[in-house]
């Protein structure tokens, strides 16, 4: 071969060879650098979208709770207070009494008839009684009342704006066989007071 006709072009073919040189070594670390990049820009993409995500239901739950710290509000401001004895340290038929005295003061000023009263002081199957039987007191009242029908819907209406916390658990209404315009009345009803 003659080299002198291959000097002009050597300089051209050692940087060819030193470019070919240089993609076979550095191709590989560049296909790797560039799959990497596009894997991150995927997995940044896939974690910026779940990060909005939770951004939107941390949001959702942020207002959730705001709504609920709202109602807490609104119910506290609307909520009857529970009956304070006077006196502290009483057993619960004694802290009862007092309101039960205010609901037997009802029952007579509507001029209703009681047949049977049963008492069940601190039921074990109360809430209350359950999470905080240190604070409160709570008695579970059964009774049996004769009224008739005008009386007992203004007994009703006065039991629902009496000032203080109790639960009415259900009331069964017959008409009296004999007379119609007489109502027999079961009626469960729990009353609280704080210790």
Do not use: W
């Amino acid at each position: 071969m003659n080299t002198a006709k291959i000097k002009p072009f050597l300089i051209s073919i050692l940087l060819l060879l030193l470019a070919i040189g240089g993609i076979c070594y550095f191709g590989p670390q560049i296909v790797s650098n560039v799959q990497t990049y596009i894997a991150t820009k995927d997995e940044i993409k896939t974690k910026t979208e779940t990060l909005q995500k939770k951004q939107a239901k941390l949001d959702e739950y942020k207002r959730k709770e705001a709504e609920q710290k709202a109602k807490e509000e609104e119910m506290s401001k609307t909520q009857k207070p529970f009956f304070k004895p006077i006196e502290t340290g009483m057993d619960t038929e004694a802290v009862i009494a007092g309101e039960f005295a205010e609901i037997l003061q009802l029952i007579r000023a509507n001029q209703i008839k009681v047949r049977a009263i049963k008492y069940d002081y601190d039921p074990s199957d109360d809430n209350f009684v359950q999470g905080a039987k240190e604070k409160y007191n709570v008695a579970r009242l059964n009774m049996e009342m004769i009224a008739n029908y005008s009386n007992y819907d203004n007994f009703l209406k006065e039991m629902y704006k009496h000032q203080h916390f109790l639960d009415l658990q259900s009331v069964e209404i017959v008409p009296y066989k004999k007379n119609k315009r007489v109502l027999l009345i079961n009626f469960k009803l729990k009353l609280y007071a704080q210790k």
